[in-house]
């Protein structure tokens, strides 16, 4: 049976107990504060985030992946695992998974399926258990794949925002017509 590896970006917002359980590797999107760059996750979890956002004159950024980063990680976990299924938040919202699709190219490996997930948060986040799952339950690579080309369609997430204060709306316009931030 082929060993996978299963890849995601920090903006699935999985509990890191859950991502350790599943064996997962989340790489972490960057966050820029003016001129601080923090690594989304590790340098700045969720509760630091709110509360330098809260206490900031500076709007934060986010940006991408390097595609040196999902080099470097497809390199370490193709020592160890025999495929790569690497799914990431929606192409209209980022460019993650324009950059993990390069870094696959780059290493011109087709044992790395790397997927558009339509979706960011929570809804990410669902299509990534499910496939953890299935990997940890022993399925094949061709079904956890037609699962997840299944499953993208059919996924979606919808959240409340407790305040308009920050430009959450931009945001969420961009959500409804599908334009790129």
Do not use: W
């Amino acid at each position: 049976m082929p060993k996978i590896a299963i890849v995601t970006d920090s903006t699935c917002d999985m509990p890191s107990d859950l991502v350790k359980e599943k064996n997962i590797t989340v790489v972490p999107l960057n966050v820029h504060f003016g001129e601080e760059t923090f690594l989304d996750g590790i340098d700045l979890n969720s509760a630091e985030f709110f509360d330098k956002l809260s206490s900031s004159d500076i709007h934060p950024q986010t940006s991408q992946p390097s595609v040196g980063r999902f080099v470097e990680t497809y390199k370490k976990l193709l020592k160890n695992h025999d495929a790569i299924i690497s799914i990431h938040i929606s192409g209209k919202l980022s460019a993650t998974y324009t950059s993990a699709i390069q870094a696959q190219k780059e290493l011109d490996n087709k044992n790395i399926k790397v997927f558009d997930s339509m979706n960011g948060s929570l809804g990410l986040g669902s299509l990534v258990y499910k496939i953890s799952q299935m990997n940890q339950n022993g399925e094949k690579l061709e079904n956890i794949i037609s699962s997840i080309e299944r499953d993208i369609p059919n996924t979606m997430f919808f959240g409340l925002v407790p305040t308009l204060e920050y430009p959450v709306g931009a945001f969420l316009n961009q959500l409804q017509t599908g334009n790129s931030p």
